[in-house]
């Protein structure tokens, strides 16, 4: 079994940054495909950004350019680092991760369903 933990949420203003780091333990994830997920209050829970093991990463185009998804196997921790925020990126922040060791297009990893473990997410406010 893994635990997902999600840190690093605030308060910031508009144009600031924020770095979300996502803490696995149980098990190492180092061959998992690993995401990160966004619910804003009233809307469903939104596709924000995958990593796979290759390092491969995959975005949802709202957050091109300004947020990025990486991984330090060795320490079993992703990252999210976000630039540039705005009012619409406030949500509750998710990590997740999917054991499928087959290769998939990049849509396939857009589907909250896709996943095996998820963690308790993190408050993220942007105020204009």
């Known amino acids: 079994q893994v635990q997902l933990v999600e840190s690093g949420g605030g308060l910031v203003q508009a144009g600031g940054s924020l770095r979300l780091s996502c803490a696995a333990s149980?098990?190492?994830?180092?061959?998992?495909?690993m995401a990160w997920f966004r619910q804003a209050p009233g809307k469903e829970r939104e596709f924000v950004a995958a990593i796979r093991r290759s390092g491969s990463t995959y975005y949802t185009d709202s957050v091109k350019g300004r947020f990025t998804i990486s991984r330090d196997n060795a320490k079993d921790t992703v990252y999210l680092q976000m630039n540039s925020l705005k009012p619409e990126d406030t949500a509750v922040y998710y990590c997740?991760?999917?054991?499928?060791?087959?290769?998939?297009?990049?849509?396939?990893?857009?589907?909250?369903?896709?996943?095996?473990?998820w963690g308790r997410g993190t408050q993220v406010t942007v105020s204009s």
């Open positions: 149980g098990r190492t994830v180092s061959t998992y495909t």
């Open positions: 997740a991760a999917d054991r499928s060791l087959a290769y998939y297009s990049s849509t396939y990893y857009t589907q909250t369903s896709v996943y095996d473990y």
